[in-house]
């Protein structure tokens, strides 16, 4: 079964804590403990990873995502004024995969109700948690009934 992690960037690999840390106030960068939490995500699951973030709108910052963090395979779909849910539920009816596994990682709740059961939120404070990290890993490896 093909399983899918769809990542946001802003308040899941950088965080207001980091922000703080780094002394970059207003300027969230990107966390390596968190980006390195993505990565086990990925090396634990053999997931494939699409960037649902606004950071996908922007070449230099797909960029950083893939040096920093993961490769991805895609991005989702722009609709405008709309909810990131749909734009993953778009990206999954497009590519044929509404019957993947998937996980969706992002602080915004704005997901679809029947998208609930896959959404892991992290928080703008920390970010990706290894807890989070761990339940997202047992999600996608979870065995089909």
Known sequence: MRKILFLDIDGVVNSQHFA????ARGVLGIDPYPAFLVGKIQLDTECE????????????????VRKQIVDFIDVTPELYHKPRGEEIQKWLKDNNCEDARYAILDDDPDMLESQLPNFFQT????????KIAKAVTEHLNKESK
């Open 20 to 23: 703080v840390v780094t002394k």
């Open 49 to 64: 990873v699409v960037l649902s973030s606004t950071w996908r709108l922007w070449e230099d910052a797909r960029e950083q």
């Open 123 to 130: 928080t703008t404070e920390f970010g990706l948690t290894q």
